[in-house]
């Protein structure tokens, strides 16, 4: 299987900040990459989809990018709805694999 | 509106089985791949299980910690799919949850997710 290695697994920052998330995959995957937002006690929410699509409702301040084995997920201007856990997700093919997961946490 | 209900979990022992379900509404059921991810408590989200359209010939797939044991089916006529669990372990216990999946080819995410239910497996 693919392994999405996420980095850092903590980001401590304070509201106004920008915000950065990346994941690495251990074989190419194209664009074929999600990014999912998930609250306690919630269902995971997709954000962005084949690495740099924005998903319908989804705040602009909310951005993706890469290709191939590098891909970052970037918040503008972090808001306090935005604190969560986000996770990335190959989807090469329906054997996807997600990323550890990065908590974002008020500084 | 896309809607995706799980229901089925429980408390269950070790070695016994559970089905769950995951009734739909808000969209033509049969026209869309599915799956089931699961969550442990604390821990990240995991794919459990793909099913594509009976188009697609209902082609299925495991992960391999489940393959063997649990067993995807979808109700194309009552909108609804199922996760048969069969020979449950400890490590099964987590959070399931259902996906309807936008696919680009065998290339599929998950636009939409149901609340999850709660499987316990515990003696």
């Known amino acids: 299987d693919i392994q999405m290695t996420q980095s850092p697994s903590t980001l401590s920052a304070s509201v106004g900040d920008r915000v950065t998330i990346t994941c690495r995959a251990s074989?190419?995957?194209?664009?074929?990459v999600a990014w999912y937002q998930q609250k306690p006690g919630k269902a995971p929410k997709l954000l962005i989809y084949?690495?740099?699509s924005l998903e319908s409702g989804v705040p602009s301040r909310f951005s993706g990018s890469g290709s191939g084995t590098e891909f970052t997920l970037t918040i503008n201007s972090l808001q306090p709805d935005d604190l969560a856990t986000y996770y990335c997700q190959q989807y090469t093919t329906w054997r996807c694999t997600f990323g550890q997961g990065t908590k974002v946490e008020l500084k | 509106e896309v809607q995706l209900v799980e229901s089925g979990g429980g408390l269950v022992q070790p070695g016994r089985s559970l089905r769950l379900s995951c009734t739909t509404s808000g969209f033509a059921f049969g026209d869309y791949a599915l799956s089931w991810f699961r969550q442990a408590p604390g821990k990240g989200l995991e794919w459990v299980s793909f099913m594509t359209t009976k188009t697609y010939g209902g082609v299925t797939g495991y992960a391999a910690s489940v393959q063997g044991r649990f067993t995807i089916s979808r109700d194309d006529s009552r909108n609804i799919a199922y996760l048969q669990m069969n020979s449950l372990k400890t490590e099964d216990t987590a959070i399931y949850y259902c996906?309807?999946?936008?696919?680009?080819?065998?290339?599929?995410?998950?636009?939409?997710w149901g609340q999850g239910t709660l499987v316990t497996v515990s003696s």
């Open positions: 084949q690495a740099s």
């Open positions: 996906s309807r999946l936008y696919c680009g080819g065998a290339s599929c995410y998950s636009p939409n």
């Open positions: 074989e190419t995957v194209n664009t074929w």
